[in-house]
């Protein structure tokens, strides 16, 4: 039987960023679930296409820049005429400089380059301010709609610069940079003015604020971290599907500019 509070099968959701290894997760866990799901990113990906072939019926992709309005604009048409208004948004999408990134990427906060701040506040901030405009916008004249603002324990508390003491011990100038921290901060309070502002229009905006996730790091980042987590472990790639779930299904109907945090411990301590 299924469970009325946490179904979602009438749910047309949107996920940006669905190309990358959360963003297609979260995809496929809303399809084995009944709902229908639009993937939103700059390319697709071969694992994408594969969803789409398995959920030929019920899953669509659509080449879209979250930076770019007009994209957007575009986006939500053919999203209306294929399925119908969204029911749900899914802000995925986030941009972070990886470890193996020039040093200026990771080096000292005052040697950050100008462009890779612009660059990732762009897609991180930027992207979730032109999505919500353009799906939220459409939800609140439809007077329904659960927007999802993924974010970071990095926007909750500062990175934990001694989990890359061992890069720095080894020679390198090793900091987890400053943008994506800034950008992540910033999604927290972006969600908040957006449930009070859509509140009457039944359009609720919450935000998921997730730990690391695995995906092969390398044994030296993964010793520290599991050491400094209270639960031991990065999480896996499906742990935060059930968060999603709740704050799009009914069973978060109440819920609304709120912080769900699902992070292993990390902020507890």
């Avoid at 694992?47 to 072939?53: D, K, M, S």
């Avoid at 987890?176 to 800034?182: L, R």
Wanted: glycine share 8%.
């Amino acid at each position: 039987m299924t469970d009325q509070l946490f179904d979602v099968s009438n749910k047309i959701v949107v996920v940006t960023g669905v190309s990358g290894q959360l963003g297609l997760g979260y995809a496929g866990a809303f399809l084995e679930r009944g709902a229908k799901v639009v993937g939103l990113d700059l390319s697709d990906s071969a694992a994408v296409t594969e969803l789409a072939e398995k959920h030929i019926d019920s899953f669509l992709f659509v080449q879209a820049d979250v930076t770019m309005k007009a994209s957007l604009v575009s986006a939500l048409t053919a999203i209306t005429s294929h399925f119908g208004v969204p029911s749900a948004l899914i802000n995925n999408a986030a941009i972070d400089s990886p470890p193996s990134a020039p040093p200026e990427e990771n080096g000292r906060f005052e040697d950050y380059p100008e462009k890779s701040w612009d660059k990732v506040l762009d897609v991180n901030l930027k992207g979730i301010f032109l999505s919500c405009q353009v799906f939220g916008g459409e939800m609140a004249k439809h007077g329904r709609g659960s927007i999802i603002n993924v974010t970071s324990i990095y926007g909750v508390v500062a990175p934990d610069q001694s989990l890359y003491e061992y890069r720095r011990n080894r020679g390198e100038v090793f900091y987890k940079p400053i943008a994506y921290s800034a950008s992540k901060s910033g999604v927290l309070n972006l969600s908040r003015y957006l449930a009070v502002y859509w509140a009457k229009e039944s359009v609720r905006v919450n935000s998921l604020t997730i730990a690391g996730v695995f995906n092969s790091q390398e044994s030296g980042f993964l010793d520290v971290y599991c050491k400094r987590i209270p639960i031991g472990r990065m999480a896996k790639v499906d742990e935060y599907h059930g968060a999603m779930v709740f704050l799009v299904s009914e069973a978060s109907s109440y819920m609304t500019g709120s912080n769900m945090v699902v992070d292993g411990g990390w902020t507890a301590i």
